[in-house]
């Protein structure tokens, strides 16, 4: 059996490090930028000049310091901070200790590969069943790049998973527009149950997957008479075609080689066999050219079918031998469809939830999350711990600002009085909460924002300086109101202020265009200020979510059937920010089989 590669005792000492880091730091990511100003956070925080902090920043940090003294307030520093006031005196300081405690920097993550070798050599039990490839479906043909990496990326692990534990079931919470679900069941054979708590979302996953069947299909039958082609030379004037009405009204197109296509699934065919000469020509060395199926999946895709033969030109013998063939690919397909299916399923899930309620024949299965959203993501694990059936987990959260905090007394009371964060109990008897704008930092991208796809900080400045506009104009303004997205809409400051003094409600003939303007004019000067500023929370954001995500990995270690706990890194940041996913595995004699 697996054992994990670091032990509770292991992960409480991490947990401790980053802790003691974030209680120094923590006051950053929690300022709020719309207060920039208006509380002169600047002043508050930083006794560095922000082209230094722009320098060091851009630099990762790595460029020598200067050798000139910076006063007494550098004498006695902890993370860069001044022990006496508390600012931010030595940049450089402060960044090598972020990615000291950042999770590449503490070393506890596995990769995707070290996982992916460990599942394959320690089975449970001999015999389990393999993986079904099934039509080496290319996602990249139906879904954007990086939806088709991480559902590659992360189909492969759960695979895996399902083989190592013996079991044929998947359950993918937050399943969305079901795009892992539909991978899942077509590429692996695996039985999926994709519940998400939008009916828009599960009719939706289910339309896609019903095209995707037949994509699956047609592309399936589309290779093979490629291959047969590559063998035997086949004229297009030789080939026979009948058209028949389907149970539906449809009109399904009988081909020559046998098998009914319907005429979607003829839509589709046109297309492959309309690029075909340009895929057989680049799909080696220009795989961008696979994109081109994907249009094959638009049901507003016409194409001329090919011409109509009587069925009174054919022979009885022929007849004959297509009903037959017909009826047993029906057969097959029937068989087919009936062991890989995908099931969408509406429901609003916590820790509390019956699965065997959702689903009247749950065996032993896999629990999935991609990308789910704040608290779904800890009641996913939750669930794993508590219901036997399930054999393992693999869950990829986001949307950390969404997370309800059980200690911060700022936010509302936790839906269902279960909180998201802590999870573990060791950070419950620590009382510890993050704080909700330290968990917005947590959602920032460095490795984005290093490569120049930075915040939009025209919008974050605009938002500040109207907050000065309303201290000094407009006392009775009520701080809880919302101003909404009026920065996409406006076409300059002083528009956004007078779309968003109407949007509050408050009487914009007070100010002119000019002292609007004026307004603009005398903080364009600072700006940096808050560039350099929200660049220390980018610097921080690692640590904030690998502390999240320690979090969760210390409760998964805390239960003493589960047989290894792991922090995973499956995707790749530039393409997925949020790349790190919780893998459990229950000890195999402690769960139920089917």
Same mark, same amino acid.
């Given at each position: 059996?697996?054992?994990?590669?670091?032990?509770?005792? @292991?992960?409480?000492?991490?947990?401790?490090?980053?802790? $003691?880091?974030?209680?120094?730091?923590?006051?950053?990511?929690?300022? /709020?930028?719309?207060?920039?100003?208006?509380?002169?956070?600047?002043?508050?925080?930083?006794?560095?000049?922000?082209?230094?902090?722009?320098?060091?920043?851009?630099?990762?940090?790595?460029?020598?310091?200067?050798?000139?003294?910076?006063?007494?307030?550098?004498?006695?520093?902890?993370?860069?901070?001044?022990?006496?006031?508390?600012?931010?005196?030595?940049?450089?300081?402060?960044?090598?200790?972020?990615?000291? /405690?950042?999770?590449?920097?503490?070393? #506890?993550?596995?990769?995707?590969?070290?996982?992916?070798?460990?599942?394959?050599?320690?089975?449970? +039990?001999?015999?389990?069943?393999?993986?079904?490839?099934?039509?080496?479906?290319?996602?990249?043909?139906?879904?954007?790049?990086?939806?088709?990496?991480?559902?590659?990326?992360?189909? +492969? #692990?759960?695979?895996?998973?399902?083989? /190592?534990?013996? =079991?044929?079931?998947?359950?993918?919470?937050?399943?969305?527009?079901? *795009?892992?679900?539909?991978?899942?069941?077509?590429?692996?054979?695996?039985?999926?149950?994709?519940?998400?708590?939008?009916?828009?979302?599960?009719?939706?996953?289910?339309?896609?997957?019903?095209? !995707?069947?037949?994509?699956?299909?047609?592309?399936?039958? *589309?290779?093979?008479?490629?291959?047969?082609?590559? +063998?035997?030379?086949?004229?297009?004037?030789?080939?026979?075609?009948?058209?028949?009405?389907?149970?539906? &009204?449809?009109?399904?197109?009988?081909?020559?080689?046998?098998?009914?296509?319907?005429?979607?699934?003829?839509?589709?065919?046109?297309?492959?066999?309309?690029?075909?000469?340009?895929?057989?020509?680049?799909?080696?060395?220009?795989?961008?050219?696979?994109?081109?199926?994907?249009?094959?999946?638009?049901?507003?895709?016409?194409?001329?079918?090919?011409?109509?033969?009587?069925?009174?030109?054919?022979?009885?013998?022929?007849?004959?031998?297509?009903?037959? @063939?017909?009826?047993?690919?029906?057969?097959?397909?029937?068989?087919?469809?009936?062991?890989?299916?995908?099931?969408?399923?509406?429901?609003?899930?916590?820790?509390?939830?019956?699965?065997? @309620?959702?689903?009247?024949?749950?065996?032993?299965?896999?629990?999935?999350?991609?990308?789910?959203?704040?608290?779904?993501?800890?009641?996913?694990?939750?669930?794993?711990?508590?219901?036997?059936?399930?054999?393992?987990?693999?869950?990829?959260?986001?949307? *950390?600002?969404?997370?309800?905090?059980?200690?911060?007394?700022?936010?509302?009371?936790?839906?269902?009085?279960?909180?998201?964060?802590?999870?573990?109990?060791?950070?419950?008897?620590?009382?510890?909460?993050?704080? $909700?704008?330290?968990?917005?930092?947590?959602? !920032?991208?460095?490795?984005?924002?290093?490569?120049?796809? &930075?915040?939009?900080?025209?919008?974050?400045?605009?938002?500040?300086?109207?907050?000065?506009?309303?201290?000094?104009?407009?006392?009775?303004?009520?701080?809880?109101?919302?101003?909404?997205?009026?920065?996409?809409?406006?076409?300059?400051? #002083?528009?956004?202020?007078?779309?968003?003094?109407?949007?509050?409600?408050?009487?914009?003939?007070?100010?002119?265009?000019?002292?609007?303007?004026?307004?603009?004019?005398?903080?364009?000067?600072?700006?940096?200020?808050?560039?350099?500023?929200?660049?220390?929370? =980018?610097?921080?954001?690692?640590?904030?979510?690998?502390?999240?995500?320690?979090?969760?990995?210390? *409760?998964?270690? @805390?239960?003493?059937?589960?047989?290894?706990?792991?922090? #995973?890194?499956?995707?790749?940041?530039?393409?997925?920010?949020?790349?790190?996913?919780?893998?459990?595995?229950?000890?195999?004699?402690? $769960?139920?089989?089917?």
């Amino acid at each position: 059996m697996l054992s994990s590669s670091f032990s509770l005792t @292991e992960i409480q000492r991490q947990i401790d490090e980053v802790r $003691r880091f974030l209680s120094v730091t923590l006051s950053i990511a929690n300022a /709020h930028t719309v207060e920039f100003y208006t509380h002169d956070v600047w002043k508050r925080f930083v006794a560095v000049p922000p082209e230094e902090i722009l320098s060091a920043v851009s630099c990762g940090g790595d460029q020598q310091r200067e050798p000139e003294s910076k006063g007494k307030e550098q004498s006695k520093t902890t993370f860069g901070f001044c022990s006496d006031t508390n600012r931010l005196v030595d940049i450089h300081e402060l960044l090598h200790a972020a990615k000291a /405690h950042s999770l590449p920097g503490l070393g #506890v993550c596995w990769s995707r590969d070290e996982l992916l070798q460990a599942l394959r050599e320690n089975r449970s +039990e001999p015999g389990a069943p393999t993986a079904d490839m099934g039509a080496e479906l290319e996602p990249d043909e139906f879904m954007n790049s990086k939806k088709s990496h991480e559902v590659q990326s992360m189909s +492969e #692990v759960v695979a895996c998973l399902a083989q /190592h534990c013996g =079991v044929k079931q998947v359950i993918d919470v937050g399943s969305g527009k079901g *795009y892992l679900s539909s991978f899942l069941s077509l590429q692996y054979g695996l039985r999926v149950y994709g519940i998400d708590s939008s009916s828009t979302n599960t009719h939706g996953a289910q339309e896609r997957n019903r095209k !995707l069947k037949k994509f699956s299909r047609v592309y399936q039958k *589309y290779t093979k008479a490629e291959r047969a082609q590559g +063998e035997a030379t086949h004229s297009p004037q030789e080939e026979l075609v009948e058209i028949k009405s389907g149970p539906n &009204g449809d009109s399904d197109v009988l081909c020559a080689g046998g098998g009914i296509v319907t005429q979607e699934e003829e839509k589709v065919s046109t297309v492959l066999s309309d690029v075909s000469p340009t895929v057989e020509r680049h799909s080696e060395a220009n795989p961008e050219t696979e994109e081109h199926f994907l249009s094959a999946l638009s049901v507003d895709v016409i194409q001329t079918t090919p011409p109509r033969i009587p069925p009174s030109q054919l022979s009885a013998e022929e007849k004959e031998r297509r009903k037959r @063939e017909n009826l047993e690919r029906k057969a097959l397909n029937r068989t087919h469809s009936a062991s890989v299916v995908f099931s969408p399923l509406t429901s609003y899930v916590t820790a509390e939830t019956e699965l065997r @309620e959702l689903i009247s024949e749950l065996e032993d299965a896999v629990m999935v999350g991609l990308h789910t959203c704040g608290d779904l993501a800890p009641s996913t694990l939750r669930m794993f711990v508590a219901k036997p059936e399930l054999a393992a987990v693999c869950s990829v959260g986001c949307c *950390y600002h969404l997370l309800s905090e059980e200690f911060d007394h700022a936010q509302q009371e936790c839906s269902h009085g279960v909180c998201g964060f802590p999870l573990s109990q060791y950070l419950r008897d620590q009382s510890w909460f993050c704080g $909700r704008n330290a968990r917005m930092s947590a959602c !920032l991208a460095l490795e984005r924002v290093s490569l120049g796809q &930075g915040i939009q900080m025209e919008s974050l400045f605009y938002r500040a300086v109207l907050h000065v506009i309303l201290r000094d104009h407009y006392s009775s303004y009520k701080s809880e109101k919302r101003v909404g997205n009026v920065y996409s809409k406006a076409k300059s400051f #002083v528009d956004y202020v007078r779309r968003a003094l109407r949007r509050l409600e408050l009487d914009e003939s007070k100010l002119s265009d000019d002292d609007i303007q004026g307004y603009r004019d005398t903080y364009r000067t600072r700006m940096g200020e808050m560039r350099a500023f929200n660049m220390l929370k =980018v610097t921080l954001a690692p640590c904030i979510e690998g502390l999240i995500l320690l979090d969760r990995l210390c *409760y998964l270690k @805390e239960q003493d059937d589960v047989s290894l706990s792991a922090l #995973v890194q499956l995707f790749d940041p530039l393409l997925s920010p949020r790349c790190y996913a919780v893998v459990g595995l229950k000890r195999y004699g402690n $769960r139920v089989t089917s």
